[in-house]
């Protein structure tokens, strides 16, 4: 087991209730681990939500946190995976003056190069959402900033791993 901290994803499988988003925050907190990126949505099965939880830590203590994560009454099941095992987006948008649109040749140019796409123009602003790895988004970020960005958000990591998951078999299991 490697003793070097690296990139992990962690999706926590659980019941949605109120106050269980504090309790999983406070098991990193309490060990002083930054969470790099947060998601919450429901999961592939109804009335189970899914956590998808980005962290910078080593093997063994991400077992750790695994094994605190699961004794929260709500939790159905946690994994964690690092990105090799994973298939990953995140998305951002940024919000942008109108007139550099029209009067800015280079900005149409890195939009197409950058494989963003523009969501709505108006006499104000315009807005540029773009999905893709975190590199691909600083970069966007990057190119776009000198122009003057108005407004900038980005989600959390979501993801799906290559191989399957067993959650539908444990829920079955779990329901029964």
Do not use: W
């Amino acid at each position: 087991m490697s003793t070097e901290k690296n990139l992990y994803t962690i999706s926590v499988y659980t019941e949605n209730n109120i106050g269980l988003l504090n309790r999983i925050s406070a098991i990193f907190q309490r060990r002083h681990i930054n969470i790099e990126s947060l998601n919450t949505s429901p999961s592939e099965i109804e009335g189970v939500s899914r956590f998808t939880i980005v962290v910078n830590m080593t093997e063994e203590n991400i077992k750790k946190i695994i094994g605190q994560v699961e004794k929260q009454v709500e939790v159905i099941k946690a994994y964690y995976h690092n990105d090799n095992e994973i298939i990953y987006q995140e998305s951002c948008i940024f919000k942008m003056r109108s007139d550099l649109l029209f009067d800015e040749r280079e900005i149409q140019n890195i939009i197409k190069e950058s494989n963003a796409r523009i969501v709505t123009v108006n006499k104000e602003f315009f807005v540029i959402e773009k999905s893709g790895k975190k590199e691909e988004i600083e970069l966007l970020y990057k190119e776009l900033s000198s122009f003057g960005i108005m407004q900038f958000t980005r989600s959390g990591r979501i993801s799906v791993t290559k191989q399957e998951m067993k959650i539908s078999t444990l829920l079955e299991t779990y329901n029964n």
